[in-house]
């Protein structure tokens, strides 16, 4: 049997159909949702990202300013900046790019920001109430794989999650994001001691390793449902993941490809926590005229 694919461009368009319609519902009460992209250097994945990121906004009709600055920016300036956005009543996302240049400390960074422009969901506020299950703006990516999961009706109570990796980003969350769905999570890293050995048992497979086509059948329950986070190149330059797609197609019964699976879902996501800062922007500011 042949996988099926989990097609993460058709469900972003979905999704990125259903923000539009909440951003013209914001023009009628004159609100442009308005997100500041904050890019410090050349890193040229980096600028790639934040290209489409600005695209999609405005092709949603929302706002983007994109900030970029080079590489010997100081850590002070940048704090300025963020200060300067978040009292900015115009600008209701705030996304600053990482990686940073080592002259300036990420977590500091990352704090600075205020929670409620936080679209990104890396500031500590929110992945507190997101590991407690309170109402945050949730990270890109996980939000974007549980959506995925969702859209393909992919039970996760009771299951054996799986994640490979252990960043803040992704790993962490998004192991978080499936324990709150009553999956059970085992996570593996670089450091684990016979990684085949916890990822054959996955019901769920979550690879965000960052080694291109690191993940074949022998890694793969019989059955299982495999979603790659990674962003490769391989032997010829060509964009791949962290799963060999090919290979584990007579093993998986779902896999995510790369591209056009994780990857478009990351920015329909940023771009519905930009249009729900707005809103709830505006909530506030309807709360406080009658407080008046
Ligand atoms: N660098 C790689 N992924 C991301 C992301 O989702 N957000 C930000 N700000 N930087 C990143």
Redesign the pocket.
């Known amino acids: 049997m042949t996988a099926k694919l989990i097609d993460g461009k058709a469900v972003s368009q979905k999704i990125k159909i259903q923000v539009k319609e909440r951003v013209e519902k914001l023009a009628q009460q004159e609100i442009i949702p308005g997100l500041a992209v904050v890019l410090v250097g050349e890193n040229s994945a ?1 600028l790639t ?1 934040v290209k489409n990121k600005k695209k999609t906004c405005e092709a949603l009709g929302m706002r983007s300013d994109l900030h970029q600055y080079p590489d010997t920016l100081t850590e002070q300036e940048l704090l300025s900046k963020i200060e300067e956005l978040n009292t900015d009543p115009e600008i209701h996302g705030i ?5 940073l240049p080592k002259q300036i400390d990420e977590f500091k960074v990352i704090s600075a920001i205020s929670p409620d422009k936080d679209v ?1 969901g ?1 500031h500590p506020i929110s992945v507190g109430n997101m590991m407690i299950g309170k109402e945050a703006f949730l ?3 996980p939000h974007g794989i549980m959506e995925l999961l969702s859209n393909y009706e992919i039970d996760l109570a009771g299951k054996h999650a799986v994640v490979i990796g252990r960043s803040n ?1 992704v790993g962490k969350p998004i192991g978080q994001l499936l324990l709150q769905k009553d999956a059970t999570v085992t996570y593996c890293h670089s450091k684990t001691n016979d990684l085949a050995s916890f990822t054959k048992q996955a019901d769920i497979l979550i690879a965000a390793i960052g080694r291109a086509k690191f993940i074949d059948h022998t890694y793969v329950k019989s059955g299982a449902v495999i979603i790659d986070v990674g962003m490769n190149r391989d032997e010829n330059g060509k964009l791949c993941g962290d799963v060999d797609f090919q290979d584990v197609q007579e093993t998986a019964s779902f896999v995510t490809p790369v591209p056009g699976g994780v990857g478009p879902m ?1 920015i329909a996501m940023l771009m519905g926590n930009t249009v729900q800062s707005a809103e709830k922007d505006l909530q506030r500011q309807n709360n406080s005229k009658y407080v008046k």
Not at 95 to 99: A, I
Request: net charge negative; aromatic share 14%.
């Open positions: 980096s990202y996304l600053v790019q990482l990686p990104d890396f990270p890109c990516t980003i990351t």
